[in-house]
C-alpha cells in the first residue's frame, strides 16, 4: 500500500473569456453565450472559498459590460482584460492576492496561450476549455472542511480592496482612518458550526499565535462541553464589509486565577491592533471577576509581535501563588506569564461587544 499525497488546493482559478467562460468571440460574434454548466462552475467554486479571475484579450469596457450583463462580473477579482502577455497578467493577479503561483489555476481554450503561461509560469497548473465541467469534481478544486468564512472569501477580498484604495486616498493620521471605518469586533462563545474556522486559526496563524498549539476538532469540541473552559472567537466588520473570523481564545477558570492557553488572531488585522483589544477585554474582565490571569506563551522566530503585545498589556514572569490554581506546569518552552488584572479603559476606535464572563453568561 503507498501512500497518497493530497493535491494543493487551488486558491484562484484564473478564466479566459472567449470559446472558455462563454461560447463565442466577443468583438467577432453578434451574441456570446454562457452556459448553464459554466455558471453552476462559477458559483459552485465561490462557496467553497476559491477565488476568480479574468484573462482575456479583450476591450475591457466591452468585456466587463457582457460580464454585468450576464450577472458574473461580481464574481471575478483583480479582472486583467487587455492585449498584453497572459502570462504576465497572470502574474500580477498573483501578485495582487498575494497568493504563490502554485496557487494559482488558468483555464483557456488556445493551446499556444496555455504554453505561453505554462512556459513563463511552470507552477500554475493549466487546463483546456473543455475541462470547464470537470472542475468541481476535482480534488485540486475540493478543500477538505468549507468554513463559514470560505462562502464569503471573494466579499471579503473585495472589500479588502476598496478598504485599501480607501486608506491610499486618505491623507489624516492612522488612528483618525481607523476611527472612519468604523470598526465592529464582536467577541462571542464559539458554537459547533466555528470550530472548522477555529481550528484553521490555530493552524495556519503564526505571527500572532501566542504558543503555536494545533487544536484540533475533536479537541475542541470536547472544551467546548467542559464547563471549566471558554472557547471564543472574535469577528471583525467595517464599513466596507466582513474581515470574517480573526481571532481564538482559548481560556481555562479556576477560583482564584483564569488561564489563557491560547490567543491567535490573524495577521491580516495587525495594523487594527485587534489584540491589544481582545487582551485589554480579558484583563479588564479578571478584574472584575477579582482573579489572577496567566498566559502561555512559546517564544517563536515569527511571533515577536505577539510577544510584545502581552508585554504592553502588562504581563511578566514575575513569582505569583496563583500558579497553584493551575493543574500541571508549563510545558518545554512555554513561558507562563503572570498579570495582577486590573480594569482597562475601552478602545476608542473600535466599537466591541464582547460576553460577560464574570456573570457566566452573554452580556
Request: proline share 4%; glycine share 6%.
Amino acid at each position: 500500500m503507498t501512500d497518497t499525497v493530497a493535491p494543493t488546493i487551488v486558491k484562484c482559478l484564473v478564466w479566459d473569456l472567449d470559446d472558455t467562460l462563454w461560447q463565442g468571440t466577443l468583438l467577432e460574434d453578434e451574441r456570446v453565450v454562457l452556459a448553464d454548466a459554466v455558471r453552476e462552475v462559477v458559483t459552485g467554486l465561490d462557496a467553497r472559498g476559491i477565488l476568480q479571475s479574468v484573462c482575456s484579450r479583450n476591450d475591457h469596457d466591452l468585456a466587463w459590460a457582457r460580464l454585468e450583463d450576464l450577472g458574473l462580473a461580481e464574481y471575478f477579482v483583480v479582472p486583467e482584460i487587455g492585449w498584453g502577455r497572459k502570462s504576465d497578467a497572470v502574474r500580477r493577479i498573483a501578485e495582487r492576492l498575494d497568493f504563490a503561483l502554485g496557487a494559482v489555476a488558468f483555464i483557456d481554450d488556445q493551446p499556444a496561450e496555455r504554453a505561453e503561461v505554462a512556459f513563463h509560469l511552470p507552477q500554475v497548473r493549466c487546463y483546456e476549455a473543455r475541462h470547464a465541467m470537470t472542475l468541481l469534481g476535482r480534488p485540486e478544486f475540493s478543500p477538505a472542511t468549507v468554513t463559514v468564512d470560505s462562502g464569503r472569501r471573494r466579499q471579503m477580498y473585495q472589500a479588502g480592496f476598496r478598504r485599501a484604495a480607501e486608506r491610499a486616498r486618505f491623507t489624516g493620521a492612522d488612528e483618525d482612518f481607523l476611527r472612519s471605518l468604523e470598526l465592529v469586533l464582536r467577541i462571542g462563545r464559539a458554537s459547533a458550526e466555528d470550530l472548522s474556522r477555529v481550528e484553521e486559526l490555530t493552524l495556519r496563524t503564526s505571527q500572532m499565535n501566542a504558543t503555536g498549539v494545533h487544536y484540533p476538532d475533536r479537541v475542541l469540541r470536547a472544551l467546548l462541553a467542559d464547563p471549566r473552559y471558554e472557547v471564543l472567537v472574535t469577528t471583525l466588520t467595517d464599513r466596507f464589509g466582513p474581515h470574517g473570523a480573526v481571532g481564538v481564545l482559548l481560556l481555562e477558570r479556576a477560583d482564584r486565577v483564569w488561564h489563557l492557553r491560547l490567543l491567535a488572531t490573524s495577521c491580516r488585522v495587525v495594523s487594527f491592533g485587534v489584540g491589544t483589544v481582545v487582551l485589554n477585554w480579558l484583563v479588564d474582565q479578571a478584574a472584575r471577576a477579582g482573579v489572577h490571569l496567566l498566559a502561555d506563551f512559546r517564544a517563536t522566530d515569527r511571533n515577536r509581535i505577539m510577544e510584545i503585545t502581552y508585554r504592553f498589556a502588562g504581563f511578566d514572569e514575575q513569582p505569583c501563588d496563583c500558579r497553584a490554581g493551575v493543574a500541571g506546569d508549563a510545558d518545554g518552552d512555554v513561558q507562563r506569564l503572570h498579570l495582577v488584572a486590573r480594569r482597562r479603559p475601552a478602545p476608542t476606535t473600535v466599537r466591541l461587544t464582547a460576553p460577560d464572563l464574570t456573570a457566566g453568561g452573554p452580556a
